[in-house]
């Protein structure tokens, strides 16, 4: 079961323009970046409880 993930614009923003960052210092660390965002937020919405909230 996988539970709803919402992502405020301003945080999307904000990975956005870090990922434009990472891509500054080598090609392709942006698309990673956003590829573990990914990643880790998709765990987060199959284990909610696993993490703390903040």
Known sequence: ???ELIIKPEA???IL???KWYEQKREF???E???EIDHKLSL???NPLHYQIR
Do not use: N
């Open 1 to 3: 079961m996988k539970f």
């Open 12 to 14: 999307e923003h904000d």
């Open 17 to 19: 323009e870090y990922a």
């Open 29 to 31: 660390l942006g698309i």
């Open 33 to 35: 970046f956003i590829e």
């Open 44 to 46: 987060i919405q199959v």
